[in-house]
């Protein structure tokens, strides 16, 4: 190519550059990234920033690009769903530039859901942030389901301060209501999921009580072996102190087995009504869980009992 052409070339494309608005060139940014999202098959898809990982809900880069505006001379953003894209023109070369793509609630989620030993309070503010994303994301399956399941697991952290109805759904009962309801409209999948959750947060429940009912009465032979040791140095305090500790437990722990059977009942009530409304599902990997579901024993003389409750006839 002679030197003129080259010139001639360049030319027309600053002219073609010129001609294209700030706003074009912003969404061919979110596009190009956009275009690669939608080649993933993860529910995330890790939007790269510079070096930094910026995840972005797969399903949502199948949404349109608007709400494209360039804010000042220098800056721009630009909306896939609630999402928002944040771009500024690069000082060195004049191109625009992703600098961020965030939808807060998502983001304060998925830091949540990412500890790696979560307690109590990450588990609930997982599930709130949920709800928030929810109201941006009201047909997403993924954040549905997942709040849900981390409403169940902070309502297990909760039981135990619960004095009123600690075998009670509580503060998972309305997102578990709400979403089941939506679920049922959409897929048989979608609802098993979320009352696979409700199932598995139920039955963990159920083992945790069997574990205390069979922890009754393991501290009889310390107390035992400490009133002998204090009869032996005639320490008549201790004697007395530790007599009258044991007495009062042993004569408490009929109510207090009876107490986690009664719960551990109404938990078996609660899993088995909601194994009988599983529907059927196609999907491979969610008919497992359905089928181990169902293998539950739900017979009536399976319901726990205390030691002296009579079997059911």
């Avoid at 849900?148 to 004095?163: I, L, P, Y």
């Avoid at 491979?284 to 293998?295: D, G, T």
Wanted: with cysteine.
């Amino acid at each position: 190519m002679k030197p003129w052409m080259t010139t001639t070339a360049l030319i027309a494309l600053v002219g073609l550059t010129a001609c294209t608005s700030p706003e074009d060139k912003i969404k061919r940014v979110v596009e190009g990234q956009l275009a690669k999202c939608k080649a993933s098959t993860d529910t995330f898809y890790d939007v790269m920033i510079g070096d930094e990982k910026s995840p972005i809900l797969r399903e949502v880069c199948d949404l349109p690009v608007d709400n494209i505006k360039q804010t000042d001379p220098f800056h721009g953003v630009a909306k896939t769903g609630p999402y928002d894209w944040i771009l500024s023109v690069d000082a060195e070369n004049g191109v625009w530039v992703l600098n961020q793509v965030d939808y807060e609630p998502m983001t304060e989620a998925l830091g949540a859901l990412g500890m790696a030993d979560p307690d109590e309070a990450s588990m609930t503010k997982a599930a709130d942030a949920l709800g928030r994303a929810q109201e941006g994301l009201p047909d997403s399956e993924w954040v549905r389901v997942t709040r849900v399941e981390q409403a169940m697991q902070a309502r297990d952290r909760q039981r135990g301060k619960d004095k009123v109805d600690p075998s009670g759904l509580g503060s998972a009962q309305a997102p578990y209501e709400e979403n089941l309801a939506w679920a049922k409209s959409k897929s048989p999948e979608t609802q098993a999921k979320m009352q696979l959750a409700l199932i598995g947060a139920y039955k963990k429940y159920s083992t945790k009580l069997q574990d205390a009912y069979d922890g009754l009465g393991s501290q009889d032979s310390y107390y035992e072996a400490s009133i002998s040791a204090a009869q032996k140095e005639k320490d008549t305090k201790t004697v007395e102190s530790y007599t009258a500790e044991l007495a009062k437990m042993q004569a408490e722990r009929p109510a207090e087995q009876k107490m986690l059977m009664d719960r551990k009942g109404l938990a078996f009530d609660l899993i088995c009504k909601t194994i009988s409304e599983l529907p059927a599902v196609s999907d491979a990997e969610v008919a497992k869980s359905v089928e181990a579901a169902k293998a539950t024993n739900c017979s009536p003389d399976a319901r726990p009992k205390s030691e002296e409750e009579p079997a059911v006839p």
